[in-house]
C-alpha cells in the first residue's frame, strides 16, 4: 500500500512539473528586421524574390550565429534610416558614417564594404579633373540627392552648387542629355546600374578620386539594439579572421576595407 501511494506521489510530482513547463512558452529566437535600399551587391532583391547581397550574406551568418531570425525589407533610403532611427527595425545596412548620423544611429565596430567616389563623364567628352574641388564651381556637376560624397565635398557643397537628382538612374539620363557636365556617384552602384541601362559604352569614370568611403551596418539607439550590436561585432569578427568574409565579398564582387 505504501508502495502504491509513493508511486502515486510521484507520477502526480512528474505530471504537475510536466504542466508547469509546459505553461511557461518556448523561448523563441530573437526578431530582428534589417532594412534599406537597393545597393548594387550590397544589398539587393532578386526577380524570385530574394534578398542578396554581402549585408544580406553578412546578416544572414550574424543572425544564424546567434540563434535570431531575422529578415529583411527594401525602401526609399530616407525611409529606411528614419524606421531605424525611430526604433522601428533594429539595423540599417550600408550607410556611409558621419557625425550628424552618429547621432541618429549606433555604427557597427567596423565597416563591412569599401567604396570609391569618382566623376562620371560622357565618352568622347573632353572634361576632366584635376582633384581640385574648387575647379568643380564652374561646370554643371550631378549628385544623387541624399548621398554623401566626403567630408571634403560636402564643406564645399554650398559653394559648388550641384545639380541633385532623385537616383542613380536619373543622375545617369541626366549626363547622357548633356543636363550636367559630371556625375558624382560610385564605381560600385554605377557600373551596375550602366549594365542594366545598356550604357556602359557611352559613360565613363576620370580619375583622380574623389574620396573613398565605407560602408556599416548600422543600429537603432535602444539598450537591446546595443546588446545586438556588441554581439554581432563579435561574430563579425570571427567571420573576418575566420576567411568567412574574404569568400563573401569575393563572390559578391565587393571591396572589403582593410
Request: hydrophobic residues 45%; glycine residues 8%.
Amino acid at each position: 500500500m505504501y508502495r502504491a501511494r509513493a508511486a502515486l506521489k510521484l507520477v502526480l510530482t512528474f505530471l504537475l512539473f510536466a504542466s508547469l513547463h509546459l505553461a511557461v512558452p518556448a523561448s523563441h529566437a530573437a526578431q530582428v528586421l534589417a532594412v534599406g535600399t537597393e545597393f548594387a551587391n550590397v544589398f539587393e532583391r532578386n526577380v524570385a524574390g530574394e534578398y542578396t547581397g554581402l549585408g544580406a550574406d553578412i546578416l544572414r551568418a550574424l543572425a544564424k550565429q546567434n540563434g535570431d531570425d531575422i529578415r529583411f525589407e527594401i525602401y526609399p533610403w530616407a525611409r529606411a534610416q528614419w524606421m531605424v532611427e525611430n526604433e522601428q527595425a533594429q539595423i540599417l545596412i550600408g550607410p556611409y558614417r558621419t557625425t550628424e548620423r552618429e547621432g541618429k544611429f549606433a555604427f557597427a565596430k567596423r565597416a563591412f564594404y569599401r567604396d570609391l567616389i569618382v566623376l562620371y563623364v560622357r565618352k568622347g567628352s573632353d572634361l576632366s579633373w584635376d582633384g581640385n574641388y574648387a575647379s568643380l564651381h564652374g561646370p554643371r556637376l550631378g549628385v544623387i540627392n541624399g548621398w554623401i560624397y566626403g567630408a571634403q565635398f560636402e564643406s564645399m557643397r554650398s559653394g559648388i552648387k550641384p545639380v541633385l537628382a532623385n537616383t542613380l538612374t536619373n543622375g545617369l539620363n541626366m549626363l547622357l542629355a548633356k543636363r550636367v557636365d559630371f556625375l558624382a556617384t560610385n564605381i560600385r552602384n554605377t557600373e551596375a546600374a550602366m549594365k542594366a541601362m545598356g550604357i556602359s559604352n557611352e559613360l565613363q569614370m576620370i580619375e583622380p578620386l574623389m574620396d573613398i568611403q565605407d560602408g556599416y551596418l548600422a543600429y537603432c539607439k535602444n539598450a537591446s539594439c546595443e546588446q545586438l550590436r556588441s554581439r554581432y561585432d563579435e561574430l563579425y569578427e570571427q567571420l573576418r579572421t575566420g576567411g568567412v568574409l574574404q569568400l563573401m565579398a569575393r563572390r559578391q564582387g565587393v571591396r572589403l576595407p582593410p
